[in-house]
């Protein structure tokens, strides 16, 4: 019977592997992804609802609003927010793509007859390249692919941008989105902003709104380049840029014994270095990821195998086998699961290519398409069955995704103590290489208040989610005490954008200048039109009260054995390694 499941598993195994190749050799686009805001229900029901790409913010509530206004001029921006000052509500700003984790885009203050979202998805045509000096000043809500390839196009390059393309400019800049350096400016976006224009609340005199032209050399910059849609409406950023250059791109797949010792002096050889860590299999993926000249032979692109279109059969699929490795607890299942889905990143080189395919190391090719990718964006009138695979309307890929960042000095420590954990039972780290096991990337000290006050170092891993929020996970103890052991042991501060609740427990203390960002907040938004109960709870939040199973979506911490779920035999234990940590573990003899 054990060998017939085995059979069944890896059939499918070679199943999914063989649609995903048969996707991969099609390079069709998918369709698109769906709106964040949708307007009235199926009986035309008033207001409109807003959810981020994964169709399910923390805390499963719908973010709920009066109404949705799209500006497509500055002008039109300032009509709005007046409207909303004359009227006293609370205002958030909502990209075409929306793809924050948190709820900071929810304006839900006093509930929806007092809330109202700007999108900036119809205020995308403003690109202007100014080759002499070396910036473009886009609209907030210009396409992140389409800025670098109007850049690219004139000869020139944005040095720093995110992995993943499907963020605006505005949202690019406001939660500090970033790439992987610590050479020059560094790897996060908002530390090669030169300008900001803001739409704020103005005096009645004023016509309730007036934009501000933020400069290099106001001190406000370093309040508006990392906001949290707090200070206003971003209507427009000024990036520096460099004469265009190429990239030099070789993986290299290694034993992981020396992460902990050697990943400083990775990042200074490189200048766009990364490493992915996978723990269950020992092993660690050195980029090695430098600039050449322009004129250097080769056309690659780096199309990430995550943010490919992806049959709806696959995703349907992958998940489904796994939601069946959780419910029967097999967790060889997930680890054969996962040594398939890094074998195959290692045949394909991740989704680098030298042209139509991967043919070897190096990949070379210019910065506008080796730094960013995100096919599965884009719609093909001929194909409706691809989709990025976490799309909501699929029962796609559902994932957690937890991204600590680390002043560099305190990574080791945190590296030796997952490894630690990883090494009490290696096979209960297969569910997180299943994703994009540990992606370990680089960030300069920056000026923002709300930026990183040191060099530093940045996690991310993603690891399943449920159908719903009362059903425990296997081996949720393992990455419950990985997330507590990251931020509240090592000092880690969340990525704004993403992250589960807990997260954020006391976040404003591990930053020196949130003082200064505060002042300019009550400087340009004195009457918190910007704020929500939401963002509040990000930036002041001590933990919450707490409830029957509040710790299995990092709602709280668990302190009682209620706070997980213990009719399914999980209860609140100390961790393993890091012994403060409160987790729901699985505990069988307490299942009867």
């Known amino acids: 019977m054990a060998s017939s499941r085995w059979l069944l598993l890896h059939a499918l195994l070679l199943l999914l592997l063989l649609l995903r190749m048969d996707s991969i050799l099609l390079r069709t686009a998918s369709m698109p992804p769906p709106s964040p805001v949708v307007c009235g229900g199926p009986g035309g029901g008033d207001g409109c609802i807003l959810h981020n790409s994964y169709g399910a913010w923390n805390d499963r509530l719908d973010c709920r609003v009066q109404n949705v206004t799209y500006p497509s001029t500055e002008e039109e921006i300032c009509s709005a927010v007046a409207y909303a000052a004359r009227h006293g509500l609370n205002v958030k700003v909502v990209s075409k793509f929306s793809h924050t984790i948190p709820k900071l885009a929810c304006p839900g203050r006093a509930g929806p007859a007092s809330s109202f979202l700007i999108s900036t998805a119809n205020y995308a045509s403003g690109v202007d390249i100014d080759a002499t000096d070396l910036v473009v000043t886009a609209d907030a809500g210009v396409p992140l692919r389409e800025l670098i390839d109007r850049v690219e196009g004139r000869g020139l390059s944005l040095v720093a941008a995110p992995y993943w393309e499907g963020v605006s400019v505005g949202g690019l800049i406001g939660t500090g989105a970033h790439g992987s350096s610590w050479w020059g400016k560094g790897g996060a976006v908002h530390d090669h902003v030169v300008g900001i224009s803001l739409v704020v609340p ?110 709806v059969v696959i995703s349907k699929s992958v998940r489904a086998t796994e939601k069946l490795l959780e419910n029967t607890r097999n967790v060889n299942g997930k680890c054969a699961l996962a040594s398939t889905t890094v074998e195959y990143k290692k045949l394909i080189a991740s989704g680098l290519r030298n042209g139509l395919i991967f043919t070897g190391y190096p990949v070379i090719g210019r910065q506008g398409k080796m730094q960013t990718s995100g096919s599965c964006l884009y719609s093909s009138p001929m194909r409706t069955d691809l989709t990025c695979a976490w799309d909501p309307r699929i029962d796609g890929l559902f994932f957690y995704e937890t991204t600590a960042i680390f002043p560099a000095q305190r990574f080791a420590d945190f590296i030796r103590d997952v490894k630690k954990l990883r090494d009490m039972n290696p096979e209960n780290f297969c569910g997180v290489d299943i994703y994009n096991g540990f992606l370990i990337r ?151």
């Open 442 to 592: 680089f960030i300069k000290a920056s000026k923002a208040y709300l930026g990183q006050p040191e060099d530093s170092v940045v996690v991310d891993f993603n690891y399943y989610r449920a159908d719903d929020s009362l059903t425990p996970r296997l081996n949720q103890d393992v990455w419950e005490e990985v997330e507590q052991m990251a931020f509240f042991k090592h000092a880690a501060k969340p990525h704004w954008a993403k992250n589960r609740n807990l997260a954020f427990l006391n976040v404003r203390n591990k930053y020196f200048d949130f003082g200064k960002f505060m002042a300019a907040k009550k400087q340009l938004d004195p009457q918190n039109m910007f704020s929500s109960e939401w963002s509040d709870e990000i930036l002041f939040r001590n933990e919450a009260a707490k409830g029957d199973g509040c710790a299995l979506e990092g709602q709280c911490i668990c302190s009682e054995d209620r706070h997980c779920s213990p009719a399914k035999g999980y209860l609140c234990k100390a961790g393993f390694v890091y012994q403060e940590a409160r987790v729901c573990r699985y505990t069988q003899s307490s299942v009867a």
């Open 202 to 311: 103005a005096k009645e005199s004023e016509g309730f709104a007036k934009v501000i032209r933020i400069e290099a050399q106001d001190q406000l910059l370093n309040a508006a380049r990392v906001s949290l849609g707090m200070l206003g409406v971003i209507s427009k950023v000024k990036f520096s840029l460099s004469r265009g250059f190429k990239r030099s791109v070789t993986y290299n797949y290694t034993d992981d014994a020396r992460i902990e010792e050697i990943y400083a002096d990775h990042a200074m050889k490189y200048e766009f270095a990364d490493i992915t860590w996978y723990p269950s299999k020992h092993t660690a993926v050195y980029r090695y990821d430098n600039r050449v000249p322009l004129n250097t032979s080769g056309d690659g692109v780096y199309d990430f195998l995550g943010f490919q279109s992806n049959s």
